[in-house]
């Protein structure tokens, strides 16, 4: 089954390298256990910019890094500039 998809006029598709490039605010919607080795590899292209981290941390999938989340403890310092919001409104 091929969906089609539509976009607006300023809409576009690149590779990671592109996007961190052209973009003043990216969102990484990557499983929660990849988001370190992601900062580690691209650190130097997010200096600077925001960085909207999506992810949700489930232990069966992404181990230890899930439980030190739920402690709020898992993704400071992890790419530069990192804020984070957790859902509950208490972080």
């Known amino acids: ?3 089609s998809l539509r976009t ?3 809409a576009s598709r690149g ?3 592109r996007a ?3 973009g ?3 969102l990484l919607s990557i499983p929660y256990g990849s988001v370190e080795s ?3 590899q691209y650190s130097q292209k997010l200096n600077g910019r925001i960085a909207i981290e999506t992810g949700n ?3 069966e999938r992404d181990g230890r890094v899930a439980e030190e989340a739920v402690r709020a403890t898992a993704c400071n310092g992890w790419v530069p500039y ?3 919001v957790k859902s509950d409104g208490t972080g």
């Open 38 to 40: 992601f900062g580690q």
């Open 1 to 3: 089954m091929t969906r």
């Open 15 to 17: 590779t990671i390298d």
């Open 8 to 10: 607006g006029p300023n």
């Open 82 to 84: 990192n804020l984070r």
């Open 57 to 59: 941390p489930y232990p």
């Open 24 to 26: 003043e605010v990216i």
């Open 20 to 22: 961190l490039t052209f």
